[in-house]
């Protein structure tokens, strides 16, 4: 039955990515009444009473994203002193020569090259720009580790027939530039700025859950296997 309510959840047209995500971690620890209940909402269009708490948990998390207004002598001495620039809490190290031994590499651009829609189409550097996060994220009947095997296998062919260590990282910039690192980045900073949200070992998924513009556990994971093969392949 839990397959079957699964495939149920996925195919549910009216249900967010989050949605979807959050009622099929639940099924793990639903009894066989609450099963039955879901099927039942879904079947016949109605949003299940159990994504109440996850409405709740989201409305919580958006209001604490808010902006704060400052008070009136913050806005009081930032009107009459010059506006500090943002302390940099870490430099890259992409933008140190004396480390990379070569100069910061740029974005490789302008190249004539295909639309990546899945991973195995991948057979140009400069389509790393393209990745996103529907590139790791897989169906139920997807062998998801296996699809990344070979697409970093394919990424060691085509770096393969780059000998230059600087064209290399120009094209790691092409990935740095790409939506799924920009969403890497952001769930990865989130995540910390919420030690609220608990377990931490599925604050992820929970994250997900609230916006799919967030990556849940396994599709960080999978875009922090790639950021670091990457890393390898180009001496970082």
């Known amino acids: 039955m839990d397959h079957h309510l699964a495939e149920l959840i996925a195919k549910t047209p009216f249900l967010s990515p989050g949605d ?16 039955l209940k879901l099927q039942q909402s879904l079947t016949h269009g109605k949003p299940p009473d159990i994504l109440q708490s996850l409405q709740l948990i989201r409305a919580k998390f958006f209001e604490s994203e808010k902006p704060k207004e400052p ?3 913050t806005k009081f001495t930032s009107a009459i002193l010059p506006k500090k620039p943002p302390k940099v809490v870490s430099q890259s190290i ?4 004396q480390i990379l031994g070569t100069q910061p590499p ?4 302008g190249e004539n090259i295909r639309n990546l829609a899945v991973l195995s189409e ?19 009947n997807d062998n998801d580790d296996q699809i990344i095997i070979s697409f970093l296998k394919n990424l060691d062919k085509v770096f393969d027939k780059i000998t230059n ?22 769930t990865g900073l989130t995540a910390l700025r919420h030690p609220e949200l608990q377990p931490a070992n599925i604050i992820l998924n ?4 609230i916006n799919p513009n967030y990556l849940n556990n396994k599709q960080f994971t999978q875009a922090s296997v790639i950021c670091n093969h990457l890393k390898g392949l180009c001496g970082i």
């Open 20 to 35: 979807k995500s959050f009622l099929a971690e639940k099924i793990k620890q639903m009894n066989a009444l609450d099963k």
């Open 71 to 73: 008070d009136l002598i």
């Open 94 to 97: 992409l933008t140190q020569p």
């Open 106 to 109: 740029q974005a490789v651009t």
């Open 122 to 140: 991948f057979y140009h550097p400069a389509q790393l720009s393209m990745l996103a996060s529907r590139h790791v994220t897989f169906g139920l």
């Open 165 to 186: 260590v600087n064209v290399r990282r120009g094209y790691f910039m092409n990935f740095v530039q790409s939506p799924l690192f920009g969403s890497y980045i952001n």
């Open 206 to 209: 929970l994250l997900y859950q």
